[in-house]
């Protein structure tokens, strides 16, 4: 990990019962890391800045444990579900561990020029831990913990696209910290603003009466707005809810543990009042009706299970 992102001297009270895995995904603007590791000490001395510094943010979720690091004057403590920021080229030192199991962290590496933020406001977020909370920041790790689970999925171009993204929910997440957001470009300010209506709209899809009214208010836009968003991305706001829910349903429809549950109530749970309108757009976009599609997934699970072809 130290070759491959920035150089640090690691050090453990317990090397030989130290243990650590780790995962990369290059995402073209962004690298993200999923690092999980016992109590461990870090430091970057201003000698091997000297010698190697790629010039690089670091942006760390912690998803467990917890840590302290000294950097630019300042001391810090951080826990769970706080987003701390690392500039690699001023030195730094710290330590990171937990109670019980291993510390577990998400870790977003891109170019320090590429924020879009003035020198003085990032300034002011480094080494200053903020939790990650509702609003942008809340956004940001939900994206942030979503991609990790798919990003081995991805192709290039995904992967790209959606580094892309990260990229401007960080510098809105930033911006939003330092009181800055007019500060951003006005596509990061767009994407952060979209990100922000995916969310509610997938915190909310079990709301049969979720509409474009409801979300607008919710964000402080007018409808008209709103549906300028959508247009942009060539789908209309009740039909992104829509394929939204029937994504819910469809896996639902296939977890085996569901498999008792009518499925109307998986429906409902999804937003769908009414069975006929739901079998008729589930058919639309999967081709085929939510009974057999709950059928044919139990018969793969069995072949599966059974290793029969």
């Given amino acids: 990990m130290s070759q491959t992102l920035v150089s640090t001297w690691p050090a453990s009270d317990s090397p030989a019962d130290f243990n650590a895995s780790a995962r990369l995904f290059d995402l073209g603007a962004v690298t993200l890391s999923a690092m999980s590791h016992s109590r461990l000490q870090v430091s970057r001395p201003a000698k091997l800045i000297r010698q190697t510094d790629p010039e690089v943010f670091q942006l760390h979720l912690v998803l467990a444990g917890d840590g302290a690091m000294t950097q630019a004057g300042r001391e810090a403590r951080f826990a769970v579900n706080h987003l701390l920021l690392i500039d690699s080229s001023q030195p730094w030192q710290g330590w990171r561990g937990a109670d019980r199991g291993p510390a577990e962290s998400l870790i977003v590496q891109f170019p320090r020029s590429s924020l879009g933020l003035r020198s003085d406001m990032i300034g002011r977020l480094v080494a200053a831990p903020f939790p990650a909370r509702a609003g942008i920041t809340g956004v940001l790790a939900a994206h942030l913990r979503q991609l990790t689970e798919n990003a081995g999925d991805l192709t290039r171009q995904d992967a790209e696209a959606l580094g892309a993204v990260t990229l401007d929910l960080v510098a809105a997440a930033c911006a939003h910290r330092c009181e800055a957001t007019r500060a951003l470009a006005p596509e990061s300010r767009h994407q952060a603003l979209l990100s922000l209506i995916h969310h509610f709209i997938r915190q909310r899809l079990g709301d049969p009466d979720l509409n474009a009214e409801m979300i607008a208010a919710a964000h402080g836009i007018s409808v008209r ?68 599609h709950r059928h044919r997934a139990a018969d793969d699970a069995w072949r599966e299970g059974t290793g029969l072809d």
């Fill in 225 to 292: 707005h709103l549906y300028k968003i959508f247009q942009e991305q060539g789908m209309s706001v009740a039909g992104w809810i829509r394929r939204c829910r029937l994504e819910g349903c469809h896996r639902d429809l296939a977890d085996p543990l569901l498999r008792a549950r009518p499925i109307q109530t998986i429906a409902a749970r999804w937003g769908f009042s009414d069975a006929a309108t739901f079998s008729r757009n589930f058919r639309a976009a999967f081709g085929m009706s939510p009974r057999d």
